[in-house]
């Protein structure tokens, strides 16, 4: 049971948009920032989106990332088929004193 | 560019120890905080163990506290993970994540990872 709360798997057809989101608590998302991490097959996850909604030089503005309260959104436009891959959130988590990750979500491009 | 490179994975048997190193290149590892996060197979990412710049604030979760030991030598930019009792549960790949200047800061690099095998 993952500290976060992802849905376990999105799809949608190339060219379009998703969106993945994740919940947490006052302890971690809350007062937290939110990274987002892409895994593709057979690969260490890569840094996508952090501090909410920044995005880390060479990771095109098709993605992107917001924070409402205890939640935050991963977006994706323009959806391609190289965008298979797992996505997991993550950030500290003040009461544990520890790094927790969502469960992660399986993005089906169809 | 940022390079961790994880080595001594392999198979151990249940009870046993192992040691993990992690050999960084590309940035000044003295000034970032450094953790390991595991992956069982098939399934998420878990945050294993974090530790301080200098090395003074160590980090665990529930699941391994008292059995994993996080350390650090900056003069060999090398970062390891000692553990015993080791579990089935605990086989995983491992890999090396570097943070920022604090252990709150967003883990920006991966290494490749080492996978652990705890079995009889």
């Known amino acids: 049971q993952s500290v976060l709360t992802q849905p376990p798997s999105v799809s949608a057809a190339p060219g379009q948009k998703v969106t993945i989101s994740c919940s947490g608590s006052?302890?971690?998302?809350?007062?937290?920032?939110v990274s987002w991490y892409q895994q593709l097959p057979g690969t260490a996850p890569k840094l996508l989106i952090y501090?909410?909604?920044k995005r880390p030089s060479g990771i095109p503005d098709r993605f992107s990332g917001s924070k409402s309260g205890t939640s935050v959104t991963l977006g994706i436009t323009g959806l391609q088929t190289g965008d298979e891959a797992d996505y997991y959130c993550g950030t500290w988590d003040s009461s544990l004193s520890a790094w927790v990750f969502g469960g992660g979500t399986k993005l089906t491009v169809l | 560019e940022v390079q961790l490179v994880e080595s001594g994975g392999g198979l151990v048997q249940p009870g046993g120890s192992l040691r993990l190193s992690c050999s960084a290149s590309g940035f000044n590892f003295n000034n970032y905080a450094m953790h390991w996060v595991r992956q069982a197979p098939g399934k998420g990412l878990e945050y294993v163990s974090g530790i301080s710049i200098n090395g003074g604030s160590t980090y665990y979760p529930e699941s391994v506290k008292g059995r994993f030991t996080i350390s650090r030598d900056n003069s060999k930019n090398t970062l390891y993970l000692q553990k015993s009792s080791l579990r089935t549960e605990d086989t995983a790949i491992y890999y090396c994540v570097k943070g920022g200047v604090y252990a709150t800061d967003e883990i920006d690099n991966w290494g490749q990872g080492t996978l652990v095998t705890v079995s009889a």
């Open positions: 501090d909410n909604n």
């Open positions: 006052s302890s971690n998302i809350g007062n937290n920032y």
